[in-house]
């Protein structure tokens, strides 16, 4: 029987979008009135009730075949066709984001009660992440891309507040600051392909620039004009303006999304507190710009160069930052090269159409990582806030509940069969095979980037388990010594542990044996737990290789690899049956072997291959020499271009001439016009009538004519 399609409610999407920011300000206005407890209830509260209500969304379309909606709040600014407005898009797209932003930030609420509860700052902790929870529902509801770069700096200023949280450590700042330069850096771009949409659609709203689009598949932009040089003439360059605009506005992705070259923030921002690298640089900042690429669609159809350029950026990053996290040893940093890595294969989804795939694997993606960075996080608390796995070792007797868990993520991760990540992460796989069947060396360079990253994940991911859980205590629990305590800093009214990482041990200790973590950790990596072995398994159907993106998604049928795919797939069981017989299981069996035989039972191999690979060691220690490149290149280029400019410029020119030659042509006037100051009536009274006939003869001549 069918049933009537539903229309969503404006009241309900108002909700959804509004609660986390009532939390916000409850918390960051109110959070001394109201106290600790107060803040973490409303904060909760509110993202639970935004949670409730997504999921009731989604449970709309799935099961009541909603109408997506699309329509215009708030109208701020309107000049003829142009107009500036408030609204909501919501489609099943948009719907599956914001289950998975809600869902995520609740479990982090709850998990930052225990990893936070004795930090000073923690009502402001709770304010900022139900602001980034808003800032992100802004983000993927928004109808028009005004309100898309809206919530896309809001974010971004968000997370920058929480990677400084802890603003009296100078790496804490230093890192925060470079999160926010390099992602300006990609907004810069963002805001170009922006104007070039206004520019050639006449219009912000998705729903007609891409109606308009197919209009301007002719029209070019001139980069660079026609010029004649010593009588050599120089044609113009020009580019398709679909190209530019679909480039420019990945370029905005790349900085978000921590592409190379824009990856390097990233791992510096876990210099923040674990569960903002769970909220932010997991499960849900970090996944806009693919969200953004994805509803982009059918403007990145139109462009071939530019799907080639979004292939091997993604291709470039999910192999060579991988790489990085091999040889990584503090805990959440091999966690965050592991993100890098993954947001590089979502990439490599978009850049061959398969943009249904890539927004597949950010779902489960987000569970498993979210999972991963609280079960670090879980870690951090138990071995009183020890970072580097070569003092960790046999954790598994102590921290049963975090170690099952984190085996549940890594399994995911490593992409094995039944288990949410490899039902993503391998159909990104064959999706890369397919397309590189078509010829071209980007194709086939990014098959061979994300096959290689298969082995890699896997060999990163089970010597972070061993080394974290496994063999032997390598920590010094200083136990029985009452008088073992480390030096503490003291700044205002918070107290900073100056050798930890995360100040505020004072409820965790500063030693004895590890300890599992209290149950307001532990349930929430139990709840992670769950979709991380099911998720996958019961969507992969109907949301890849059904109709559910049907409408929110579009894809020319030459590039529709996902149709090609699904005509094989009998099923979740039969998919993983099929996996289990391609190279990319056995490559993952591979690294999980060559992990397995090194860190638990020959670690010697470990420390010769250090030797003998020394100068590729070098090389991933150097990060490629990236942050070189950012740092001391453009960042301390741009001081001491300062610096020369302050010089030549400011006490050269400006102070020099402007400020001191004019004070010195004003005197030099002044005392020559002094001269005419005779004091004497007469004299002014002469002065008086010559001027007013000159007035008289100038009036009369201006009327005359």
Not at 370 to 396: N, T
Not at 440 to 459: E, K, P, Q, R
Not at 477 to 505: F, Q
Not at 667 to 692: D, P
Request: charged share 10%; hydrophobic share 50%.
């Amino acid at each position: 029987m069918l049933t009537e399609p539903t229309q969503l409610s404006q009241t309900m999407l108002l909700i959804i979008a509004l609660a986390p920011l009532l939390g916000a300000a409850l918390a960051g206005l109110f959070g001394r009135q109201i106290g600790r407890k107060g803040a973490h209830s409303a904060t909760i509260a509110l993202v639970a009730l935004s949670c409730g209500l997504s999921i009731f969304v989604l449970g709309q379309f799935l099961y009541e075949s909603a109408l997506p909606f699309n329509q215009n709040l708030y109208t701020f600014f309107e000049s003829g066709r142009f107009s500036a407005h408030v609204g909501f898009m919501v489609d099943r797209l948009t719907a599956m984001m914001m289950v998975v932003v809600t869902f995520v930030s609740l479990l982090v609420h709850v998990y930052t009660i225990g990893y936070m509860q004795d930090d000073p700052g923690y009502q402001r902790f709770f304010s900022y992440i139900s602001l980034f929870t808003f800032s992100m529902l802004m983000l993927v509801m928004s109808n028009n891309f005004l309100q898309l770069f809206f919530g896309w700096e809001a974010v971004g200023l968000v997370s920058y507040l929480l990677i400084g949280f802890w603003y009296k450590r100078p790496t804490a700042i230093f890192a925060n600051l470079k999160a926010f330069l390099v992602n300006r850096v990609g907004d810069f771009g963002f805001l170009l392909g922006i104007c070039g949409v206004v520019y050639f659609t006449g219009t912000l709203d998705y729903a007609q620039a891409f109606t308009r689009i197919n209009g301007i598949s002719q029209a070019a932009i001139e980069l660079i004009p026609a010029f004649t040089v010593f009588g050599y003439a120089f044609s113009a360059w020009e580019v398709s303006a679909i190209t530019f605009i679909a480039i420019s506005l990945f370029i905005g992705a790349m900085g978000k999304s921590a592409q190379v070259p824009l990856h390097v923030w990233l791992p510096d921002s876990m210099e923040g507190p674990t569960p903002i690298s769970a909220l932010i640089h997991a499960a849900t900042m970090v996944t806009a710009g693919i969200f953004m690429v994805a509803r982009m669609s059918p403007i990145f159809e139109l462009s071939p160069t530019a799907l080639h350029f979004v292939l091997f950026i993604g291709a470039t990053t999910a192999l060579f930052t991988g790489l990085i996290g091999i040889i990584q040893n503090d805990i959440k940093r091999v966690v965050a090269y592991s993100t890098l890595s993954q947001l590089g294969y979502m990439t490599v989804a978009l850049g061959v159409s398969a943009y249904s795939a890539a927004v597949f694997h950010l779902m489960t993606h987000a569970f498993f990582k979210a999972l991963l960075f609280l079960a670090a996080g879980s870690v951090i608390i138990g071995m009183h806030h020890e970072q580097d796995m070569r003092k960790m070792g046999g954790l598994k007797k102590y921290m049963p509940i975090t170690y099952w868990t984190s085996l549940i993520g890594t399994l995911a991760l490593v992409g094995t069969p039944f288990f949410s990540g490899f039902y993503s992460k391998d159909t990104i796989i064959e999706a890369a095979a397919h397309a590189a069947h078509g010829g071209h060396w980007i194709n086939t360079y990014a098959y061979w980037a994300v096959m290689l990253g298969v082995i890699v994940t896997s060999f990163y991911s089970f010597r972070l388990l061993y080394l974290t859980f496994h063999g032997k205590e390598r920590f010094d629990t200083h136990a029985g010594d009452p008088h073992h305590s480390e030096p503490h800093e003291i700044h205002g009214n918070e107290v900073h542990s100056m050798h930890d990482n995360d100040p505020h041990d004072a409820h965790h200790g500063n030693g004895g044996l590890p300890h599992e973590s209290p149950w307001v950790v532990t349930v929430p990596l139990i709840l992670l737990a769950i979709p991380s072995i099911f998720i996958g398994f019961f969507t992969i159907g109907p949301m890849l290789f059904g109709s559910f993106f049907a409408g929110a998604i579009e894809v020319l049928p030459q590039n529709d690899v996902i149709k090609v795919l699904g005509e094989e797939f009998h099923g979740p069981f039969a998919f993983a049956l099929h996996g289990m017989q391609m190279p990319a299981f056995w490559l993952a069996l591979s690294g999980f072997a060559l992990a397995t035989y090194i860190y638990l039972f020959n670690i010697r191999i470990a420390e010769r291959a250090q030797k003998i690979f020394a100068l590729p060691i070098r090389i991933l220690e150097n990060k490629y020499g990236f942050d070189d490149l950012w740092v001391k290149g453009f960042a301390g280029g741009s001081i001491a271009l300062g610096g020369k400019a302050w010089k030549y410029i400011d006490a050269g020119l400006i102070d020099g001439v402007m400020v001191n030659g004019t004070a010195k042509l004003v005197g030099r006037i002044a005392r020559a016009v002094r001269g005419t100051q005779t004091g004497h009536l007469t004299t002014y009274a002469l002065a008086m009538i010559v001027g007013l006939i000159a007035m008289l003869a100038i009036a009369s001549h201006m009327f005359a004519g």
